[in-house]
């Protein structure tokens, strides 16, 4: 069991470059989420899809798209980076829904420069 | 508008101390609270949680306590140890509803 894994770890990208970052997990789990975290400001939510097919905004979208392509994968596009998006991004997943487990599992993060 | 808000920022404990964060809540209708755990260069991961029918939920050396009326709830770190030294987060949710709300963070760390 892998849990959730993350791709790439590093990237430095230039302002106005696009990029897609890969998030898979192995815990057959329906919700999956997408965060950023920068300094003294926590884990902000930036999309998360409750299940498979479905995807809702969070705290923070603006300038990011989210695919949702089956119950394990769902990635994070920058379709034109922004310096303001130099941040670190974590991926996380959980069982969810009614009655469900709500631990939420956090892959390893991905750290994204952009100059 | 900061639905959670966690305090001290930061903490320094001695080995062997009490370790105390704190958290606030605004959303009466939160009924999940986890603490996570997040060491450098790693992701969050769970530590301990509780839901607001008890008022205190103990595993190991970690408790959290919680105040429904005062709308707080607090991590304590009995006996801290160096290698508790770590970023904690607290964070709220209705339970599958919605997403969880993070505070800040605390970065705690234990000297000798």
């Known amino acids: 069991n892998a849990g959730v894994t993350q791709t790439p770890k590093f990237q430095v990208l230039k302002t106005g470059q696009s990029m897609t970052l890969q998030c898979a997990q192995d815990m057959n789990h329906n919700s999956m989420y997408w965060y950023r975290q920068d300094p003294g400001m926590g884990l902000r939510l930036i999309y998360y899809?409750?299940?498979?097919?479905?995807?809702d905004k969070g705290e923070v979208p603006n300038g990011y798209n989210v695919s949702r392509l089956n119950k394990r994968e769902f990635s994070l596009r920058l379709e034109s980076a922004a310096p303001s998006q130099t941040s670190v991004y974590f991926c996380?997943?959980?069982?969810?829904?009614?009655?469900?487990?709500?631990?939420?599992?956090f892959g390893p993060g991905t750290r994204l420069l952009v100059l | 508008q900061q639905q959670v808000k966690q305090s001290p920022q930061s903490l320094i404990v001695q080995k062997g101390g009490i370790s105390i964060i704190n958290c606030a809540y605004e959303?009466?209708?939160?009924?999940?609270f986890p603490w996570y755990q997040q060491f450098p260069g790693k992701g969050p991961a769970l530590l301990i949680a509780?839901?607001?029918?008890?008022s205190e939920k103990k595993e190991g050396r970690f408790t959290i306590s919680f105040n429904k009326s005062a709308k707080q709830f607090s991590l304590h770190i009995m006996d801290s140890q160096p290698g508790d030294s770590a970023t904690y987060f607290c964070?709220?949710?209705?339970?599958?509803?919605?997403?969880?709300?993070f505070g800040k963070g605390t970065r705690l760390s234990v000297i000798a």
């Open positions: 964070a709220a949710a209705i339970s599958g509803n919605t997403p969880l709300v």
């Open positions: 996380a997943s959980s069982e969810a829904g009614v009655g469900g487990d709500e631990t939420q599992y």
């Open positions: 959303n009466t209708a939160f009924d999940y």
């Open positions: 899809s409750a299940s498979e097919g479905t995807t």
């Open positions: 509780i839901r607001p029918d008890v």
